[in-house]
């Protein structure tokens, strides 16, 4: 199961804050606690919404069906039994494409991913564009749907 975070929700903690660019770096160790081996798509745990996957190792696949406007990276894994396996992966904010060329195992150029949805800048929320109603829309339609299902199962 993957989360995803807007990287400039910073700014809720510290309004004065107008985060322009953010760059993370994540890890995971990955074991096959079975007796057997195991193969399968593994997906990062952590994928930043807006951001662009820049570097991962293993080298990844960009997965951005999942959520809107998020590169999951994702990796086809396969482990022998009792095993592990370490995945790095960066990932930067706002998305934006720019140059060429590479930084050796792992890197990927700007534009060159699979799924890479090109030039693009943030359409997040922050200090000056204020808070995105869409979320707070559905959450209260979920909520309601929930509700009058309750009252009419009993």
Not at 86 to 114: D, H, I, M
């Amino acid at each position: 199961m993957a989360s995803w975070f807007m990287p400039n929700e910073i700014e809720v903690l510290n309004p004065s804050l107008d985060l322009k660019y953010w760059k993370g770096t994540f890890g995971f160790t990955l074991i096959n606690l079975d007796e057997e081996s195991v193969s399968g798509i593994v997906r990062a745990p952590i994928a930043p919404a807006n951001s662009k996957l820049i570097y991962s190792s293993p080298k990844a696949f960009v997965d951005d069906d999942l959520f809107v406007s998020t590169q999951v990276a994702a990796w086809d894994v396969t482990m022998e039994p009792e095993t592990s396996q370490r995945f790095v992966y960066t990932y930067e904010w706002p998305a934006k494409v720019s140059g060429n060329g590479s930084r050796g195992s792992g890197y990927y150029p700007p534009g060159t991913l699979y799924g890479a949805t090109g030039t693009s800048e943030a359409s997040t929320s922050g200090a000056k564009t204020g808070a995105p109603y869409g979320p707070l829309v559905i959450g209260v339609l979920v909520t309601a749907a929930a509700v009058a299902y309750t009252r009419i199962m009993r």
